[in-house]
């Protein structure tokens, strides 16, 4: 990524590449800053691959950050910024990471981190010179940044993407939606999912305009996609909907793609976005192979139609320099955009497995038959059901816990906890979610609570599952 941003600056450093609230970047404006703030970060580090946690709210800041840090050879790894405490001294213990650069002062001054934490605010008061600076170059088949997934195990996994990796999803991104110098993509999806990193990645390979919207709010969004004359777009369904909710809103004559993934079935309006004629692309993909890996206009699933049967989603052919193939139901993927592997395990030699069940027919085109069902998506975010179960087994009063994800208009899915527990009552189910949000992100936290006394269960003593949706109101 900086390397492109690097020779961007070289070729044509007065174009511009980027709008950040009423600024408006060029390619040399941006490789200054990144300059500047690599000064800042080289006091603090050792040596090349150093892992770097970004805790920013600030999507410009985490950008300018995440490049940095490739500028002076370390490897970033940008977080949610509003995850639990806790949750960040696991993670900088599981990448085994030197520093810690936070916009959240409650994560300043503890001894017992380990890595150094400082805020943010001090890369900016530490500005230098940029003469000197020496930084490595990093490519082929280095650690370009590390993301977390909880993919299907609910222990987070550290995801090491490559250069190598970065640049061929973005190919493969151009082959399929042919990128044109004149397209305004707006950015709204955050940078620690690889749906809002690759955009960047692509944007600077290929030389397109970036929109950087400051939050995803469905007014703001309605608001650039209007002024900017945006061409491009990525969204979960829940924020095309929610878009789609606005009274008058319509996507400007310029719109050429909308492209939608990251959530399951039961959250994408399908026929109603063919009758409107949005020029919707579907996608399917993951962490774990850089983005997309298949996808397809919403007129190919027009054309197969007829033969989706209501448990599956039809999604397209692979990308290009992709493979894909079925076993056992699981879709399985080879090709250089699968990640070189987790952290702290064997790098992915060969085929490897998504977790998710699938088909693909006789043209070619992939079809989801489900996500396993282990994996709750509710508004584009993964959430593991035993997860979230072992935290709620943490709670005194609860002595059994089961998480389930039901399929609901607005977010795809929502999810639901069942516990069973002595105190069966309103006011423990409120107090339940109080102590949720102490404990987990936003988008773990149930949407209901289902107490019961005692948990249906088969002849064999496991819970029953069907008997506990039951239950809901």
């Known amino acids: 990524m900086i390397s492109w941003l690097q020779q961007r600056r070289a070729s044509t450093p007065d174009h511009p590449c980027l709008r950040w609230k009423s600024k408006t970047y060029s390619y040399r404006d941006l490789a200054l800053l990144v300059r500047q703030y690599g000064n800042a970060l080289e006091k603090y580090l050792y040596k090349p691959g150093d892992r770097v946690l970004i805790v920013e709210k600030d999507p410009f800041e985490q950008m300018i950050l995440i490049l940095a840090c490739q500028l002076v050879g370390t490897i970033p790894v940008p977080l949610d910024p509003k995850l639990p405490v806790q949750s960040y001294r696991q993670l900088a213990k599981t990448v085994a990471a ?170 994408l309006d399908l026929a109603k976005w063919a009758e409107q004629e949005y020029p919707v692309f579907l996608v399917y993909g993951m962490t774990e192979t850089g983005s997309a890996i298949a996808g397809g206009w919403l007129k190919d699933w027009e054309n197969k139609r007829s033969e989706n049967t209501g448990d599956s989603l039809f999604i397209g052919s692979p990308f290009p320099s992709v493979e894909l193939r079925i076993r056992n139901d699981e879709i399985q993927v080879r090709g250089p955009v699968v990640m070189k592997g987790y952290w702290g395990e064997p790098d992915v030699s060969d085929w490897f497995s998504t977790g998710d069940l699938g088909r693909i027919d006789n043209e070619g085109f992939l079809n989801i038959l489900m996500r396993r069902q282990d994996r709750i998506v509710t508004g584009g975010e993964n959430v593991n059901p035993q997860a979230l179960e072992r935290i709620l087994m943490e709670h005194p009063a609860i002595k059994e816990a089961v998480i389930l994800g039901v399929p609901d208009a607005e ?49 064999l003593g496991k819970i029953d599952r069907e008997r506990l949706l039951s239950l809901l109101s």
């Open 98 to 267: 030197r520093l810690i650069i936070s916009c959240r002062p409650e994560l300043l001054g503890g001894e017992s981190w380990g890595p150094l934490v400082i805020p943010s605010t001090r890369i900016q008061m530490d500005f230098t010179s940029s003469a000197g600076l020496l930084h490595v170059q990093q490519q082929g088949d280095w650690v370009a940044v590390i993301l977390f997934t909880s993919g299907t195990t609910g222990t987070p996994k550290a995801v090491q993407l490559t250069f190598d990796n970065l640049c061929a999803s973005a190919a493969a991104w151009r082959e399929r939606l042919q990128f044109q110098p004149n397209d305004r993509y707006l950015l709204c999806l955050p940078l620690h999912h690889i749906g809002g990193l690759a955009i960047v990645a692509r944007a600077l390979q290929f030389g397109f305009f970036l929109v950087l919207a400051p939050d995803a709010g469905s007014e703001t969004m309605a608001g650039l996609l209007s002024a900017e004359r945006v061409s491009l777009v990525s969204l979960v369904p829940t924020m095309l909907r929610r878009l789609l909710a606005i009274k008058k809103f319509a996507f400007p004559e310029s719109m050429r793609a909308i492209i939608v993934g990251g959530g399951p079935a039961e959250g």
């Open 411 to 459: 977010w795809g899915q929502i999810v639901v906890a069942f516990v069973e527990t002595a105190e069966v009552d309103s006011v423990f189910s409120a107090t339940l979610l109080d102590w949720c949000r102490r404990r987990v992100p936003g988008y773990m936290i149930p949407k209901q609570v289902v107490s019961t006394s005692e948990f249906p269960r088969t002849a």
